[in-house]
């Protein structure tokens, strides 16, 4: 490869990796709906791009569980059940419970100030001291949830807790960000205490309770807006 296709190759690089972005942020924050298009043609005229990095970048969407694609239809943005999201939270509290014992095997006094420091932030935004609802708490929020993951020390469980956790965080963009659930003011620290504790068992419990308070809000929310 001459220096002129290294060049080349870099720029198709960047621009598959811009519209990745973009699109991805434009999914989580609910402005692409579940089911909707995703034309080559038009978001390569809109990004001002050629087809190759928009074909790049959704199929590394589709491969974060964002979108999907079908013979003769194309690509869209995930379409939203009632099934899908419980297969989907089902899958997460598996990844996430096993997190929790190995993190809670694994937890250093490092380790421990970083979580102590994200939990807090998280929990003082799920008290309202800001909005919930925010880009920035849904970010702070899901890198909390990936955080544990990777004191998992296990790559593979982080690679899958980011694409569940991609997906948690639009169907929370999507249902209706006003409608936030209420939970304890130290939510997110009472579940660092139990990774804290050393106690496998403890850890997974706590994480288990956690999830599925989750998962019972997003079906609940679905449900009111499926009606």
């Not at 298009?37 to 809109?46: C, D, G, S």
Request: hydrophobic share 45%; proline share 3%; with cysteine.
């Amino acid at each position: 490869m001459n220096l002129r296709d290294e060049t080349i190759e870099q720029v198709f690089r960047t621009a598959t990796g811009d519209v990745c972005q973009r699109l991805r942020e434009a999914i989580l924050k609910g402005e692409l709906k579940p089911g909707a298009r995703l034309v080559r043609r038009t978001l390569a005229k809109q990004f001002g791009v050629s087809h190759i990095p928009v074909t790049e970048a959704l199929i590394k969407l589709e491969q974060d569980g964002l979108v999907e694609s079908a013979p003769m239809f194309g690509a869209r943005v995930k379409a939203v059940t009632l099934e899908k999201i419980r297969e989907e939270q089902e899958l997460r509290e598996a990844i996430e419970c096993h997190c929790a014992r190995l993190c809670a095997q694994k937890m250093t006094p490092e380790k421990l100030v970083r979580l102590r420091r994200m939990a807090s932030q998280v929990d003082r935004l799920m008290a309202k001291e800001a909005d919930p609802a925010s880009w920035e708490g849904m970010n702070l929020h899901l890198e909390f949830h990936l955080e544990v993951a990777r004191q998992s020390e296990v790559p593979l469980l982080v690679r899958e807790m980011q694409r569940i956790g991609f997906i948690g965080l639009m169907r929370a963009s999507w249902i209706n960000a006003t409608e936030f659930y209420k939970m304890p003011s130290d939510w997110h620290e009472i579940l660092v205490d139990a990774l804290a504790s050393g106690k496998v068992s403890t850890a997974e419990a706590v994480m288990r309770k956690h999830v599925r308070f989750g998962i019972a809000h997003l079906l609940n929310a679905a449900r009111k807006i499926a009606a």
